[in-house]
């Protein structure tokens, strides 16, 4: 194991634990030599283990059956790892995107049945009109080339100037697409009207058509895929599969990041009721609560900037099972966030100072990966037993 010591004596200058999760766990717990440089957490003494350092902006990443690692950048590219190492190779036909802002290429997720149909899905922005708009495809790899690009789903109408596209990709039980889509920064009321896609998280199927049962399927004017709105930008969103639970985080203005259970058909109240303010110091709104709009599980002001987020489901860390990690962006940090079932108990300050965590996952083998921007990293945190 290789431990980049600068780091390990940023993390230890304070107290931190949170760590991520998002794949199956592993049953098999191995016995770790003891780290020098470990972190001592309120429930669990991990280390934190550098394996790249040269990330611009990374976004996304999910793992093939075969080990490989995929993640992706948000000018466009997509690396490839193997065995915790970049191999130096990236992935060719990756669609054109529109890099504006926050806006380019996004998330990545494998099918869950990705074994038998080889199916990738990509959430990324591309030119349309003046501006851009998210898009939700799939496509299939051949070597380390996409092939047979499908465009599943486009979020209309197109926006000027890149600000708040989310967005993640989860599926459930069913293998229902869920993903989110922000609700543009210049117009929030967006959120709250159903004749456009912003603001919103959506439901599909795999192929891309429209579920039946989604709960706007037969208002007039309403765009389909539509499964909850109110959402300001939400770019963490995961699936329980053992409780049937969908979960999402999202910005919230200054002040005001949110934890929500989503469910169908439900308003989680953006821009009518916010525990945050404007950017400016201006009152977006005096009320925080409103009949017919879902109140937050939690909610953290000062903003920590949350981004993406896992459920920790491996035995590895047996004391963080069931917990909910969220990145940090602005935060600097990974939240571990307890809970008893949906209701919430308390968390913890992870990573504290190791830079803008984009995201947080947990591999097939049940380990615990962060990728971060600005320090450009990508650490995997290993327990201590």
């Not at 766990?25 to 309120?42: G, L």
């Not at 190779?89 to 995107?97: I, M, Q, R």
């Not at 926050?102 to 899905?121: E, K, M, R, S």
Request: charged share 25%; hydrophobic share 35%; aromatic share 10%.
């Amino acid at each position: 194991m290789k431990l980049h010591k600068n780091l390990a004596f940023i993390l230890s200058a304070s107290l931190f634990s949170g760590i991520i999760a998002c794949s199956e766990p592993s049953d098999k717990v191995e016995t770790i030599e003891p780290d020098p440089f470990a972190v001592t957490s309120e429930k669990l003494t991990f280390s934190v283990d550098t394996l790249f350092t040269d990330f611009e902006n990374p976004w996304g990443m999910t793992w093939l059956p075969d080990g490989r690692m995929l993640v992706t950048e948000r000018k466009g590219e997509i690396l490839i790892f193997k065995d915790d190492k970049f191999t130096g190779e990236k992935l060719t036909g990756v669609p054109a995107v529109h890099e504006v802002n926050q806006a380019g290429l996004l998330d990545i997720a494998v099918h869950p049945d990705y074994a038998n149909n080889g199916w990738i899905y990509l959430a990324y922005a591309k030119d349309m009109g003046e501006g851009g708009v998210l898009v939700i495809s799939r496509a299939k790899l051949e070597g380390n080339a996409l092939v047979n690009l499908e465009e599943l789903a486009v979020n209309m109408p197109e926006w000027k100037g890149g600000r708040h596209f989310g967005t993640r990709i989860v599926f459930d039980n069913e293998n229902y697409l869920y993903y989110s889509n922000g609700d543009k920064g210049n117009r929030p009321q967006n959120a709250q009207e159903l004749d456009n896609s912003h603001g919103k998280i959506h439901r599909i199927h795999d192929d891309g058509r429209i579920p039946s049962d989604n709960p706007f399927v037969d208002v007039a004017g309403a765009i389909p895929t539509i499964w909850t709105y109110g959402n300001r930008n939400p770019q963490g969103i995961i699936f329980d599969k053992e409780n049937n639970r969908l979960w999402a985080v999202e910005h919230g203005p200054k002040g005001g990041d949110e934890l929500n259970l989503i469910e169908k058909g439900k308003n989680y109240g953006w821009p009518e009721i916010t525990y945050g303010i404007d950017y400016d110091g201006s009152i977006i709104t005096e009320e925080t609560e409103k009949e017919g709009m879902v109140q937050p599980v939690t909610y953290w002001v000062p903003s920590i900037a949350t981004c993406g987020m896992t459920l920790v489901t491996s035995d590895k860390y047996p004391n963080w099972k069931g917990n909910i990690l969220v990145a940090g962006l602005a935060g600097q940090q990974v939240a571990r966030v307890e809970l008893d079932g949906t209701n919430y108990l308390g968390q913890e300050k992870l990573l504290d100072g190791i830079g803008r965590v984009r995201q947080i996952s947990q591999s097939p083998d049940g380990y615990l990966y962060a990728i971060v921007e600005a320090t450009g990293l990508m650490v995997k945190l290993i327990p201590q037993n």
